[in-house]
């Protein structure tokens, strides 16, 4: 089963108030790079408790390589992952992912609640806004523009001793 389906055309772009999103992509590197140094305490383990990204000392080619899957799986249609801008496209903010719900667990509640999950980390280099003004900007976004009708935000409205007992207990609806 495709994550999006083939009629939906994925945003390259959006512009909101307080930020815009742009595809990422190689040609990000260096503005990313410097913010995943900056800021690797910070963003570590957004993607989950078990998962220790990124490392504070990343090098350049395995960044690159980052972007650059990232840019084939946004190709792809596998998963969405976009470079966060100030509005003026001038300052890197930093990434907001949107993937798949994967999971091999049979009965993983996750799988039936939700469409997709929504990830995002701030560059610590930046101060302009906040992960709840970012959150409240992508929400109505996701809702109106893609085709998902339940989009899970791990680590954010739902946290992760919850998101992980949904993998495992078919009961919990919390």
């Known amino acids: 089963m495709s994550f999006v389906p083939d009629s939906f055309t994925p945003p390259l772009e959006w512009h909101g108030e307080h930020f815009q999103l742009q595809v990422l992509a190689p ?27 990124p490392d504070a000392d990343m090098e350049y080619a395995e960044n690159l390589a980052d972007l650059a899957r990232h840019e084939v799986e946004f190709q792809q249609r ?25 999971s091999r667990l049979d009965g993983d509640l996750r799988k039936t609640r939700f469409q997709a999950q929504l990830f995002f980390w701030l560059s610590s280099l930046q101060s302009d806004i906040d992960a709840q003004q ?7 976004w996701l809702a109106a523009c893609w085709p998902f009708a339940a989009v899970a935000y791990p ?7 919850s998101w992980e007992r949904m993998a495992r207990d078919p009961m919990h609806h919390g």
């Open 155 to 161: 680590g954010r409205e739902i946290d992760w001793p």
């Open 78 to 102: 596998k998963a969405f992952a976009y470079a966060m801008l100030d509005p003026c496209g001038e300052r890197y903010l930093g990434c907001v992912y949107i993937r798949p719900i994967k």
């Open 27 to 53: 040609r990000y590197v260096e503005q990313d790079l410097a913010a995943v140094r900056a800021s690797a305490g910070d963003i570590r383990y957004v993607f989950g408790p078990a998962n220790g990204w």
């Open 134 to 140: 970012v959150l409240q900007a992508l929400q109505p």
